[in-house]
């Protein structure tokens, strides 16, 4: 997905790692040895189990920033979801419905834009490579629903419409969680 992002949603993202490590802080020693990373990342999550106040908040904080440098978080979240009941991966795939939504709706409402100062209407069917990539990246997506989903709100401006975009995009999204299971 080719997506700018902001400083902002940056910040929920590295947010969203910082509630990995505090949950990853919380596993006892067992799970710890069961758990699917690198000894260096085991080795910081022990560290920060003696720790309390400001010295665990930093702990913590450089234990995220080593999970950000990480190919893939996936196992991690599964582990803490099949140990814990963690929410995390719940949380993480909302949000990333929740950027799809905003990458498609900010494209369209860029190229209404242009189309509006060029004086040529602004059709469903236009050209977009963002939704070409969520079709990719989710087949049970119906490419016609999405586009007029789309080009409903970015006309009206209407919520109904952005909402129901979400609703199909967040579904996709859960469908391909549980086929990767």
């Not at 050209?127 to 990539?133: F, K, M, Q, V």
């Amino acid at each position: 997905m080719i997506e700018r992002i902001s400083r902002s949603e940056q910040k929920r993202l590295f947010k969203l790692v910082e509630e990995l490590a505090v949950e990853l802080t919380e596993l006892t020693g067992k799970d710890i040895k069961k758990f699917p990373a690198s000894e260096e990342i085991k080795v910081e999550i022990s560290n920060c189990k003696g720790l309390s106040g400001g010295a665990r908040k930093r702990q913590i904080k450089y234990l995220a920033k080593i999970l950000r440098q990480e190919e893939s978080l996936e196992e991690m979240y599964q582990f803490l979801q099949s140990r814990k009941g963690s929410l995390l991966k719940e949380n993480q795939l909302f949000h990333e419905a929740e950027r799809w939504r905003d990458t498609i709706v900010n494209e369209a409402i860029e190229r209404n834009d242009r189309c509006r100062s060029d004086q040529i209407a602004f059709e469903p069917d236009y050209h977009s490579a963002l939704i070409a990539d969520a079709l990719a990246h989710f087949p049970s997506l119906d490419e016609m629903d999405l586009r007029r989903c789309t080009y409903q709100y970015v006309r009206t401006r209407n919520k109904t419409h952005y909402r129901e975009l979400f609703r199909m995009i967040k579904a996709a999204v859960e469908m391909e969680e549980r086929k990767a299971r």
